[in-house]
């Protein structure tokens, strides 16, 4: 008996202390359906599906699949997010639809690059290499507050507070200076999405 209210109260205790981390971060991703996202181009192929609570692209070889892009825009924010990618898949997290946070399954490359996991696409190199194996859930936290972008990839610092004063390739758009979505590239490889939070923050 008293272990189970032991049991009981950690759980409690547990979960209001995630929810403290968590306050004020809302999901972009339902866990079930796109609600909330489009296709970037309409008429494009759609290799996304969901399944068990997860966001997959499955993009097939000679295949191309299609940009997933939120319907809404935003401006200074932090997002949390955890992808798997297989070794040598490409993708791209895009902050505002313009500035490319790259995935890429290049653990046993050992090493990081402009073109890396963890990039500021050709902008700036992770500090440190930070790459899990492909077939692992890598965690993501970053920040972009007017140019200046940070993030955190599987636990460690590698960029600090990094000015991105230009669009990184495959935008959306070129204009810098006004709000955008967060869009999820579609059309290199496969890689699979979850628990996707965005917190928005004060206008600098």
């Not at 202390?17 to 866990?31: Q, S, T």
């Not at 489009?38 to 070889?61: F, M």
Request: charged share 25%; aromatic share 10%.
């Amino acid at each position: 008996m008293l272990k189970s209210l032991f049991l009981s109260s950690l759980a409690l205790v547990l979960c209001t202390a995630a929810a403290v981390a968590d306050e004020g971060f809302k999901p972009l991703f339902n866990g079930k359906d796109t609600s909330g996202w489009h296709l970037r181009n309409p008429k494009g192929h759609n290799s996304w599906t969901i399944e068990d609570g997860i966001l997959k692209n499955t993009v097939k070889q000679g295949e191309h699949g299609t940009d997933l892009v939120t319907d809404q825009k935003f401006w200074n924010f932090t997002v949390k997010y955890e992808y798997m990618v297989p070794d040598n898949s490409n993708s791209g997290f895009y902050l505002r639809g313009r500035h490319e946070l790259q995935i890429l399954g290049d653990y046993k490359k050992g090493k990081p690059s402009l073109g890396g996991n963890g990039a500021i696409y050709q902008v700036k190199a992770p500090s440190e290499f930070a790459s899990k194996p492909g077939g692992e859930w890598q965690t993501a936290e970053a920040t972009i507050i007017g140019n200046k972008i940070s993030m955190t990839l599987n636990g460690k610092k590698i960029h600090d507070n990094v000015e991105c004063n230009k669009a990184t390739g495959s935008e959306i758009d070129n204009k810098l200076n006004e709000p955008g979505p967060i869009f999820l590239q579609g059309d290199h490889g496969t890689v699979w999405f979850r628990n996707i939070e965005i917190k928005e923050l004060p206008k600098e």
